[in-house]
């Protein structure tokens, strides 16, 4: 089964800087997915990126893929407090089925 | 957007009861349901993978006769917790998948207490 590892497990920035999350993983790949869990909800989807694709973007968010090194990195911009949450990649074959790792760990101060 | 629904977002319940948790799409048709539990500060694993009318696909490590997994439609899913025990107490999340290529709909999911 294919799952993705994050990198760092957890990360601390004040309000503002820039947070940058990358993520492995060992299988090829339809895609690959990030979300984002607040503490006690469910996973948000932030953004899919395919496997043919490189760079994609979404307000302050950039993730890029790189299927040659089996990894993807997720960059959050201009942070703010409510960005504060795990976040998790997933890579994704063509049955929907996700498993996920540990995550990181997002706090971002005031 | 696509949105899930799961109910109930909590539950208290005495050991040796069974527990309902129901998971739908309510604004499209979810081709496969997963059910995930997550303990605390740990990642979410998967319980089971359903389709529709079809029996469920449960993880290595999932009982499944303790955790009976209902795909009545193309829209709702259930989970039943059979004879809960305390160890069963877990944060359960259920998400639906659309089509290929399309991301998981995550439910904001269950607490199950288990008293």
């Known amino acids: 089964s294919q799952q993705g590892e994050e990198d760092p497990q957890a990360l601390s920035i004040q309000e503002g800087e820039n947070a940058t999350m990358n993520c492995s993983y060992k299988?090829?790949?339809?895609?690959l997915q990030w979300y984002r869990q607040n503490s006690g909800r469910g996973l948000v989807h932030l953004i899919l990126i395919r496997s043919n694709e490189r760079e994609k973007h979404s307000g302050r968010l950039r993730v890029t893929l790189d299927t040659s090194k089996k990894s993807s990195s997720l960059l959050i911009t201009a942070s703010r407090a409510a960005d504060t949450a795990s976040y998790f990649c997933a890579p994704a074959s063509n049955t929907g089925k996700l498993i996920f790792g540990q995550g990181t760990t997002l706090q971002v101060k005031p | 957007g696509a949105v899930v629904s799961q109910h109930p977002s909590r539950v208290i319940c005495k050991s040796g009861t069974s527990v309902k948790i129901e998971c739908r799409s309510l604004d499209f048709q979810a081709t496969t349901m997963f059910w995930y539990r997550q303990f605390p500060k740990q990642s979410l694993m998967l319980m089971a993978t359903s389709n529709e009318g079809s029996k469920a696909t449960y993880e290595q490590g999932v009982e499944k006769d303790k955790f009976l997994i209902n795909h009545a439609s193309l829209t709702l899913s259930t989970l039943t917790v059979t004879s809960a025990h305390p160890e069963d107490s877990s944060f359960y999340i259920c998400?639906?998948?659309?089509?290929?290529?399309?991301?998981?709909?995550f439910g904001n999911g269950t607490r199950l207490t288990v008293t």
């Open positions: 299988t090829s790949i339809n895609n």
């Open positions: 998400s639906a998948w659309e089509f290929p290529n399309s991301p998981l709909h």
